[in-house]
C-alpha cells in the first residue's frame, strides 16, 4: 500500500477558489499499478506553506505634520491589495499595525490580511498625540514579529513610515516608557523641556569651530543633519561621549512623563560642546534596533515624506545604509511582488523518476491544469512539450524530459501560480525494475521532485521537496513440489488469477513439450523389458 492518500484529481485540486479551499502543501500522488505495469503520477503546487505565509507590520509616525501625507495613502491602497490577492490566491498574509508618540502603541497585532482587513485598516487610521519616539516604535514593531515563531525572518517586513524627526528613547527594551534629557534653563536661552529642540540649547551656547567635519564643516548637528556620512561620524562621537564612564555622560537621562514634559529635569546636562544631547541618543537608539531587524534578517522598508520640524530624510536614508540597498522607498510595488507573486515566472520543478521506472513519452498520458483551464500539451521536440501556447508562438509552461541513467522531468512555469489556483501535472510511469523475490514489495515512484521558486522580483526562494509517493508490487510465491506418493486434488481455489505484479507460470513451449513426451515414451519401454524378463524367469 502507498502511504500517501489517492492522488486528487486536477479537477478536485483546481476548485480551489479562495483562501479556505487552498491547497495546504506541495502534493505529489501515484495511483496502484494496473495490468500494465502503469502508474499515474500527480504534482499540485504550489501550496500555502511553499507560498510561505509573511507577516507585515506597518510602523506609522502619527505626529505633527508627519501624520497625513500621501504616502499614508498609497500604504492604504497597497493594504486594500494584497487583502485582496490574499483572497483571490489564497495567500497566508498577516499585517499588524504599530503607531508611535512618545512611546510604540500597538494598534493592531498581527492578523489575517483577508479577515480582518476592517480592523487593520481601522488601526492604520487611528491617531496618538505626543512625543515622537521612533526608537519605541521599532522595538514594538520587533516585540511582535520575534514572537511569530512560524514565518521565516525574510518573509517579516516592516514598513516604517516617518519625517524622521525623533528624539525620545527607551531602556531595556521597553517601549512603554520614554525617556530623554534636557540642558535646562540655559542663560540666554530657554528651557526646552526635553523637546525636540535640545540640541539648540548646545549648539547656540557654545564654540561651533571647536572640531570640524572631514569637509571643513563645524562639527554641530545642524551640519550633521544634512549629510547621511557627517551624521554616521557624528553619532558615533557622541555615542563614545555617553558611554564615557568617567565623564558619566548616561546620569542625565529622566523618564519622559507627562508631567516632566510641562515641568523639565531637576538634573540638568552641563552646557558643554561634548555632551550627548537627547536628539543623539535617539537616534543612535533607533538605529541600533532597526540594525538588529536587518541582522535578523526582516525586510526593513522605509518612506520619508513631508518635512516637519526640521528634514529628517538623511536620518532615514543613515538607517537604511544596510539594507535595500542603501536607499528609502518610493512606492510598494516590489513590496507587494514579494508577497505576492512568490511562485512567479521561472520558477522551476526538477522531478528526478530514478531506476525502478520509466517517464512513457506519450502525449496521451501527459496533461497539465493551470488556473482552472487543462491545458493539452504541444510536442515542440523529441523531448519537450509546451502547454498553453500564446500569441508570440511561446508557452505558459514547458516541461522537458531528460532520459539517461538519471531521467528527470523539468517543468518550468512562465507565469505566477498561488495556492487557491495551483498547477496540476498528470504523467504516467511503466515499472521497469521488477523485483524477482517472493512477497509484497514497495516501490518508490521517483527519487525526488524539488520546486524552485522565483518571487516577482526575480529573486530565488528556498527550495521546497515534493512528498515521495510509493507503490506496491506482490511476487507470487511458486507452488510446493508435489511430495512422493501424493495424489493429486483438484484446487478449490477457483481459476488462477493475474494480478498486478504477482509473478504466473508462463505456458510451455513446443521443444519443451517434445522432451517430455519422450521422456514418457523411454520411461514406458524401461518398465516393457524389466516385465518381460520377471515373466521369463518364473515359467522357468
Not at 516617518?162 to 530657554?190: N, Q
Not at 522605509?302 to 544596510?322: H, I, Q, T
Request: contains cysteine; proline residues 5%.
Amino acid at each position: 500500500m502507498s502511504d500517501y492518500p489517492p492522488p486528487a484529481t486536477a479537477d478536485e485540486v483546481v476548485g480551489a477558489t479562495d483562501q479556505s479551499t487552498a491547497l495546504t502543501q506541495n502534493v505529489k500522488a501515484a495511483t496502484a499499478l494496473d495490468e500494465n505495469l502503469e502508474t499515474k503520477v500527480t504534482l499540485s503546487f504550489p501550496g500555502q506553506r511553499e507560498a510561505e505565509p509573511a507577516d507585515v507590520v506597518f510602523v506609522l509616525d502619527k505626529s505633527g505634520a508627519s501624520a497625513q501625507t500621501d504616502i499614508f495613502k498609497q500604504a492604504k491602497a497597497f493594504l486594500e491589495e494584497i487583502n485582496q490577492k490574499a483572497k483571490a490566491d489564497g495567500l497566508n498574509i498577516k499585517v499588524g499595525v504599530v503607531l508611535f508618540n512618545k512611546v510604540g502603541n500597538i494598534q493592531q497585532p498581527l492578523t489575517d490580511v483577508v479577515t480582518g482587513y476592517d480592523d487593520i485598516l481601522t488601526a492604520m487610521n487611528s491617531s496618538v498625540r505626543h512625543g515622537t519616539n521612533m526608537h519605541a516604535g521599532l522595538l514594538a514593531a520587533k516585540s511582535i514579529l520575534d514572537a511569530d515563531t512560524a514565518v521565516k525572518a525574510e518573509n517579516k517586513h516592516v514598513i516604517l513610515i516617518s519625517d524622521g524627526a525623533t528624539y525620545l528613547y527607551c531602556k531595556g527594551g521597553d517601549f512603554a516608557k520614554p525617556y530623554t534629557r534636557s540642558f535646562g534653563s540655559v542663560e540666554g536661552g530657554r528651557n526646552m523641556m526635553g523637546g525636540i529642540w535640545e540640541w539648540e540649547s548646545r549648539e547656540y551656547h557654545t564654540n561651533n569651530a571647536w572640531k570640524k567635519f572631514s569637509d571643513g564643516s563645524n562639527f554641530i548637528f545642524s551640519q550633521a543633519k544634512e549629510s547621511s556620512e557627517k551624521l554616521g561620524q557624528y553619532l558615533d562621537y557622541y555615542r563614545d561621549q555617553y558611554e564615557n564612564s568617567e565623564k558619566n555622560w548616561a546620569q542625565y537621562d529622566y523618564e519622559y512623563t507627562d508631567d516632566a514634559a510641562n515641568t523639565g529635569t531637576t538634573n540638568p546636562i552641563p552646557v558643554d560642546v561634548t555632551a550627548p544631547c537627547n536628539i543623539d541618543v535617539a537616534f543612535w537608539s533607533t538605529d541600533d534596533t532597526f540594525q538588529s531587524m536587518v541582522n535578523a534578517g526582516y525586510d526593513m522598508n522605509v518612506y520619508y515624506k513631508n518635512e516637519a520640524d526640521f528634514d529628517g530624510s538623511y536620518f532615514l536614508k543613515y538607517l537604511v545604509r544596510n539594507s535595500n540597498n542603501g536607499e528609502l522607498n518610493t512606492d510598494f510595488d516590489k513590496l507587494k511582488a514579494k508577497l505576492v507573486d512568490k511562485i512567479a515566472a521561472g520558477s522551476t520543478v526538477e522531478d528526478t523518476i530514478g531506476a525502478n521506472f520509466d517517464f512513457i513519452n506519450d502525449p496521451a498520458k501527459i496533461s497539465l491544469t493551470a488556473n482552472d483551464e487543462k491545458l493539452s500539451p504541444e510536442k515542440i521536440d523529441a523531448t519537450t512539450y509546451g502547454f498553453g501556447k500564446k500569441s508570440d508562438g511561446t508557452y505558459r509552461f514547458t516541461l522537458k524530459y531528460q532520459a539517461g541513467e538519471n531521467e528527470k522531468l523539468i517543468l518550468t512555469l512562465n507565469e505566477a501560480a498561488a495556492p487557491s489556483r495551483p498547477v496540476v501535472l498528470e504523467y504516467s510511469e511503466l515499472l521497469v525494475n521488477k523485483p524477482t523475490e517472493p512477497g509484497t514489495h514497495t516501490l518508490k515512484v521517483n527519487e525526488s521532485a524539488v520546486l524552485h521558486p522565483i518571487d516577482g522580483n526575480g529573486v530565488a526562494g528556498e527550495a521546497y521537496e515534493f512528498p515521495v509517493p510509493t507503490v506496491d508490487y506482490t511476487v507470487a510465491k511458486p507452488d510446493p513440489a508435489p511430495q512422493p506418493g501424493a495424489t493429486d486434488k483438484p484446487s478449490d481455489n477457483g481459476a488462477a488469477t493475474n494480478k498486478p505484479g504477482a509473478k504466473t507460470a508462463l505456458a510451455k513451449t513446443g521443444d519443451e513439450a517434445f522432451a517430455i513426451g519422450m521422456g514418457c515414451l523411454l520411461v514406458a519401454g524401461a518398465s516393457a523389458c524389466v516385465i518381460a524378463t520377471a515373466l521369463k524367469r518364473r515359467r522357468n
